[in-house]
């Protein structure tokens, strides 16, 4: 059977409502989901759009794997620390690169 490479807008809204009840039943937010997926909003079409490319990637299974390892890590009470980690870390290589920028510019 072929893995399709795109969710039509039928799956899509499914999957919509999926994550809102899973966030529900969870006490977790969209917040939460796009820390996690490392999304650059909250709003709900920028974390489809970031799942869509999962599924482009890697098929349906792909999707799959990507929520079940983001409920094991909620699940183990520390979602944040293993998330948040790597993005606190971006977030300071790009203050890095600014401040050397500036200092660039300055000299």
Known sequence: MATSTRLDPDQLE????????WLRHSGRTQSDLRRALRAGSIRMPVLLQELQRTVSQGGVTALADRLCTIEAQW????PELLEG???DNDDMSQLDLLLKSIQSDAA
Not at 75 to 78: L, P
Request: hydrophobic share 45%; glycine share 14%; aromatic share 6%.
């Open 85 to 87: 980690g790597a993005a």
């Open 14 to 21: 499914q999957l919509e409502s999926f994550l809102k009840d």
């Open 75 to 78: 699940a183990s009470g520390a």
